[in-house]
């Protein structure tokens, strides 16, 4: 089995491992309001640093696709906009894949 | 604790009326399709991120958290060791533990029920049975949704690894879904709730970008995600100011 194999199965069976502990543990433990903004704050970090690895990041050094940033900029015009989710999705993939095909 | 309930998850009581069933389908089928649609990138994605088309459906099966896999899949394309992907996809999936107060209290599973709740607690299922007045239609809510959304998106997912290991995923703009998908994750975050809350979230958001930047060339991948997180834990020790209190308190930033 390889190590992707590995990575994929642990992360998998973790990620259901914390689902039912959601459901199994003390309501207690997970009410703790210092254990809670913890919580709250968690995805809010990680998706901003997300965002930012998926843009800059080249392993390890720094790299951008001009044209990745141009879609995602389409993308939070149309957050601005109100736009749904699957509009900005669209809206991101279908600038950068346009500015690839004439640039 | 309320009536504890271990029934079969589809079961819902036969009380509630058609109109009712009908108005919580038709947004199950609204999310579901957003999930089909996020689905079928993910599945290119993955794809192109390096993973097989099984290791991409087994994400998709068992792990079953949209912005887990995405991070998973982002990690993976940016370096080397697989292993740095486990622990950007687990802190993220931190959050779905806590749903798991919510969804116990209205849907009140027992052992072993517990077993097949636990995998659909997820964003979507817990904000639409939340979203309820009554018991059976917070249960009917949860499970109708948790349904929907898995199979489609398992549908979207082996779609979309199925053709992106025929095409270029590039040539599509696909390189563009993963930031895309993160930001529009974390945009509600940013301009929604109480003013003084909103100022530290902003804060957290904007430290959490700023790390990351610095560590990518210093740090291994996935690391400056994995160390993100530990923003979180700083801002969630800070006091919380006088955060009970009017809701137009100043935050001290």
Redesign the interface.
């Known amino acids: 089995m390889t190590a992707l194999w590995v990575a994929v199965i642990i992360a998998a069976v973790g990620s259901y491992a914390l689902k039912l502990a959601g459901v199994s543990l003390p309501e207690s433990v997970l009410n703790h309001p210092t254990v809670q903004r913890i919580a709250h704050y968690l995805p809010i970090a990680m998706l901003a640093a997300l965002v930012i690895t998926e843009l800059f990041d080249g392993g390890q050094r720094y790299a951008v696709d001009w044209r990745v940033l141009a879609g995602l900029a389409a993308g939070v015009l149309m957050l601005i906009l109100k736009r749904g989710l699957l509009v900005v999705f669209l809206v991101a993939i279908g600038v950068t894949a346009l500015l690839r095909l004439v640039g | 604790m309320t009536q504890p309930h271990a029934g079969p998850p589809a079961g819902s009581g036969p009380e509630l009326p058609a109109a009712v069933r009908r108005d919580i389908l038709r947004s199950a089928a609204g999310l579901g ?2 999930a089909g ?2 689905g079928a ?1 993910y599945g290119a994605v993955a794809v192109a991120s ?2 097989s088309v099984p ?1 991409a459906m ?2 998709s ?5 949209g ?2 896999q ?3 899949a ?3 394309a ?6 740095a ?2 622990p ?14 919510p ?3 209205l849907l009140g ?1 027992r052992w072993p029920a ?2 097949w ?3 659909f ?2 964003d979507e299922t817990t904000a639409m049975a939340v979203g309820r007045p009554t018991r059976p239609e917070q249960r009917y809510a949860f499970w109708a949704t948790g349904l929907v959304l898995f199979t489609l998106w398992q549908a979207g997912s082996l779609t979309g690894a199925l053709l992106g290991s025929s095409v270029d995923p ?18 509600p ?2 301009r929604r709730g109480r003013r003084d809350r909103l100022v530290r ?1 902003r804060l ?6 700023a ?3 610095l560590l ?6 996935g690391m ?2 994995v ?3 530990g ?3 700083v ?3 800070a006091p ?1 100011g006088r955060e009970p209190r009017g809701a137009d308190a100043e935050e001290p930033a």
Request: no cysteine; proline share 7%; net charge neutral.
């Open positions: 399709l957003y649609a996020f990138s390096g993973l290791q087994v994400l099966l068992v792990l079953f958290s912005a887990s995405f991070a998973f982002g990690v993976l940016a370096g080397a060791n697989p292993f992907a486990i950007a996809a687990l802190l993220l999936g931190v959050r779905n533990a806590f749903y798991g107060v969804v116990t209290e599973p517990r077993l709740t636990a995998h607690v997820i590039a040539a599509f703009g696909l390189d563009a879904a993963a930031p895309a998908v993160f930001l529009a994750l974390l945009w975050a940013l979230v957290v958001a904007f430290a959490g970008a790390l990351a930047l990518i060339p210093v740090a291994p991948a400056p995600v160390a993100a997180a923003i979180a834990v801002a969630g020790l919380p």
